[in-house]
């Protein structure tokens, strides 16, 4: 199986703070790389597909990069309503893998 | 707009069946694949396995012996069963629709207690 590794597993931060958080794949998944947030009471969203690709009704302070094995989700600006914990996902190959999972919160 | 709704029994003995729904709304099951995903408790994300019509599966090889998805075009279903169940199935299960190989629209999940 493809191994994802998703760091940091948890971050506080500021409103308006930069974000990063950093996806590591076992092997290359050629840009096949998601990114989805989720929040206690709400529909799991996703964010980023395609490694770059913005979800159509997502915010534009989320962006996704990719540099080989390694995906970066970028918040610009966190904002409180960004509190989730969020997980990066590879459709390269079966089976389908998720990161671990980073949860962020407001300082 | 596209609606996913899950529908279990929230509480399942262990070695018993667990049975679940997902109902779609908005989008016929037809049209795209579907899949399962969960969260043990505690735990992040593990996806479980697709279907797409007319009934191709896709199953995790660490479920392939226990998990089977279905589809029920007349009531715009997904279905899944798992059987001999144990506490480590206790979770979050969610269905999502497939769409540019990634998960597009997610249901709310729902809660699944494996307890005796």
């Known amino acids: 199986d493809t191994q994802m590794t998703q760091s940091p597993s948890s971050l506080s931060a500021s409103v308006g703070d930069r974000v990063t958080i950093t996806c590591r794949a076992s092997q290359d998944i050629s840009g096949y790389l998601n990114w989805y947030q989720l929040r206690p009471g709400k529909a799991p969203q996703r964010l980023i597909y395609g490694a770059t690709s913005l979800h159509g009704t997502v915010s534009s302070r989320f962006s996704g990069s990719e540099s080989g094995t390694e995906f970066t989700l970028t918040i610009s600006s966190l904002q409180p309503e960004d509190v989730a914990t969020y997980y990066c996902q590879q459709s390269y190959d079966f089976p389908w893998t998720f990161g671990q999972g980073t949860k962020v919160e407001i300082k | 707009q596209i609606h996913l709704q899950e529908s279990g029994p929230g509480l399942v003995k262990p070695s018993e069946t667990l049975s679940l729904t997902c109902t779609v709304s908005?989008?016929?099951?037809?049209?795209?694949?579907w899949n399962w995903i969960r969260q043990p408790a505690g735990a992040g994300l593990e996806w479980m396995g697709r279907?797409?019509?007319?009934?191709?599966?896709y199953i995790h090889p660490s479920l392939q012996s226990r998990l089977t998805m279905s589809l029920d075009k007349s009531k715009n279903q997904i279905s899944l069963r798992l059987t001999s169940v144990t506490a480590a199935d206790t979770g979050f299960y969610f269905c999502?629709?497939?769409?540019?190989?990634?998960?597009?629209?997610w249901g709310l999940g729902t809660m699944v207690t494996v307890s005796s």
């Open positions: 999502a629709r497939g769409s540019t190989n990634s998960f597009d629209i």
């Open positions: 908005g989008w016929s099951v037809s049209a795209d694949y």
């Open positions: 279907i797409y019509p007319p009934g191709t599966t």
